[in-house]
């Protein structure tokens, strides 16, 4: 029974990080109604960014994230001009094939220098005891990163300049155009920010468990189950939902392979797209 | 029907395909036109969903691969005849995307397009951890199973002219829906699905009936290349190069035209051998597949066939 429990934490915490990811997901969803199909190949990136700056300049994991976020970010603003930008207002057919095509240049150079290896980085945290059991450390530093990075978030979309007009493109576009808001220029950095969180929520992944250039689709998958569950478009709700999504996780480790849980998570996911179109912890639209 | 021009051009094409590698008894001829013809198959099966509903399936390897390990256990495993399997392959497989179709496909757009990337991932896991399908090792045959049809050569040529067929049938069948009151339902979803609904098409089921149609000559096809290979593992089953390369097909050739589909299938061949034999660019295949799409979305979104029609706009009336 404590073996469960002890599962369960663990589970959220791991699912924590999967929240942070989907924010990006869910948010570049929420303002421009486009889904990033790269976003799963920019986790990778993340995790790859951390492989090669710990490996050759021996810097500290957690001193790997602030580059991470960086490099996200101009990463989005580059993907927003080359693929985005001209879909905005076509058909989702249209910035789905192109966000796709993005993903699969990433993919492509990623299998072509690396190939499809297995990397791992070593991580040494004092864990953290209770009972019988111990939570390993890189696990807690990771979940409480992400809800720090998740709380900045919030506070930049309420308390910023930019970021209350990011909220205010999300609501309207059109009326966001007609008090002087610099839409295209908000459009490209909420991409930015968006990419800049999967990129970082890939790192602390890479802190966690080996990867591979592939481990991306797993993972956009998981993020995918995570914005359903919250509502695409809802940034809090991914995050509650990724906390959903670690729960289950937790809850079948101890009883189901590990390989099992990508077709447990895509039963879920589709059973509440059909259930709950809107996402569980959806309120409204435009809740951002 | 039989007055169509359009039908004669796509029995000519299915006579070529058929007679070509016959005369002079050309082998290394028939092996290229047999990926030509699983391409032309895949992509024009696609193309129902893709170009005429509007609606894009990530996942349509699923049928090819679920296809394949059907038929392929049934030969090996159950000792089913060849014809029984490969039929009963692309039935299971119809009737499954049907379900899982009259469930998802009452969702829009972007919702149905994250459900099918989810399928290929979950289905992918699934064959991995399933005991009697071999897990990730796959299944091997033995080249006994080809004995009724007089050995393995023999039988080579019998996948050959099946995979032929199930090209041909791809093509009347995108061409039947497309000149059918069901085709105009689906052309006018891929319009404005909200306008169409009011107009009276009942939008979820006829989703459900072409995401089930487009799955049971892919299934066959699956079943005829796993037969021909000998051995089926998940990695094969679901490729992702391949799953990619039929999308940058449809779009490449033009979406919802029957012709530029079997055409960037052609073309699309064509360019594949080229990389795979050159030194710099038999490792980017992936990256150039995905340059070549970006760049037709961005800048060409009708593909060749959209090119065509503005070039010389008679053909409109011939080719479809």
């Known amino acids: ?288 | 029907m039989l007055r169509r021009p359009f039908f004669w051009i796509i029995t000519a094409v299915v006579a070529i395909f058929a007679i070509l590698p016959v005369l002079g008894n050309n082998v290394d001829l028939r092996e290229s036109l047999i990926i030509a013809a699983l391409y032309i198959t895949l992509a024009s099966n696609l193309n129902l969903m893709l170009g005429y509903a509007g609606y894009i399936n990530f996942g349509s390897i699923v049928f090819f691969g679920l296809g394949g390990y059907i038929c392929v256990w049934l030969v090996s495993a159950q000792r089913w005849p060849l014809d029984a399997s490969l039929l009963t392959a692309g039935a299971c497989v119809s009737i499954l995307a049907l379900v899982f179709g009259l469930g998802i496909l009452r969702l829009r757009g972007a919702f149905f397009a994250l459900a099918t990337i989810g399928i290929n991932e979950a289905v992918q896991a699934f064959v991995e951890n399933f005991g009697p399908w071999g897990g990730s090792s796959g299944i091997y045959l033995s080249q006994t199973i080809f004995d009724p049809l007089g050995g393995a050569a023999q039988a080579l040529w019998a996948i050959y002219f099946l995979m032929v067929l199930v090209m041909g049938l791809s093509l009347y069948l995108s061409y039947a829906i497309k000149a059918s009151k069901f085709g105009m339902g689906l052309l006018a979803i891929g319009q404005n699905e909200n306008v169409a609904a009011i107009l009276g098409v009942p939008t979820p089921l006829y989703k459900a009936l072409v995401y089930s149609a487009s799955a049971f000559l892919p299934a066959i096809a699956g079943g005829l290349y796993f037969l021909k290979s000998s051995f089926i593992q998940p990695s094969d089953a679901f490729d992702l190069t391949l799953s990619t390369e039929v999308i940058v097909i449809v779009m490449l050739g033009g979406q919802g035209t029957v012709t530029g589909v079997a055409l960037g299938a052609y073309l699309y061949e064509d360019l594949r051998g080229y990389l795979l034999t050159s030194e710099t660019f038999s490792h980017f295949q992936l990256v150039v597949a995905g340059v070549l799409l970006l760049l037709i979305v961005q800048f060409f979104p009708g593909g060749l066939m959209g090119f065509i029609y503005r070039q010389f706009p008679r053909t409109q009336k011939v080719l479809e």
């Open chain 1, 1 to 288: 029974m404590l073996g469960i429990l002890a599962s369960i934490i663990d589970g959220l915490l791991v699912g924590l990080v999967y929240g942070l990811g989907a924010m990006g997901l869910t948010l570049i969803w929420g303002v421009m109604d486009v889904i990033n199909l790269t976003h799963g190949a920019m986790m990778v990136a993340g995790m790859f960014a951390l492989y090669l700056l710990t490996d050759a300049f021996g810097l500290s994991p957690y001193a790997v994230l602030p580059p991470a976020l960086i490099g996200g970010f101009f990463a989005g603003i580059l993907l927003y001009w080359i693929a985005i930008h001209r879909m905005i207002g076509r058909p989702p057919l249209m910035s789905l094939l192109s966000t796709f095509s993005v993903n699969l240049v990433l993919i492509g150079i990623g299998t072509a220098v690396w190939g499809t290896a297995l990397f791992n980085v070593s991580v040494s945290v004092p864990g953290l005891s209770i009972g019988r059991y111990t939570f390993p450390g890189a696990h807690i530093l990771a979940a409480v990163l992400a809800a720090v990075i998740a709380w900045l978030l919030y506070l930049f979309l309420h308390h910023t300049r930019l970021g209350k007009a990011i909220r205010a493109v999300a609501n309207n576009r059109e009326a966001a155009e007609l008090v002087a808001i610099p839409t295209t220029r908000v459009l490209a950095v909420s991409v930015g920010i968006g990419v800049a969180l999967a990129a970082v929520s890939g790192a602390l992944i890479g802190t966690l468990f080996p990867f591979t250039v592939l481990s991306g689709d797993g993972y956009q998958l998981k993020g995918f189950v995570v914005t359903v569950l919250g509502g695409l478009g809802n940034p809090v709700g991914a995050l509650l939902g990724g906390l959903a999504l670690g729960l289950l996780e937790g809850l079948v480790a101890p009883f189901v392979p590990v390989s099992w849980t990508l077709v447990i998570e895509f039963t879920l996911f589709v059973l509440v797209l059909i259930a709950f179109p809107r996402g569980i912890f959806s309120s409204r639209r435009g809740a951002l």
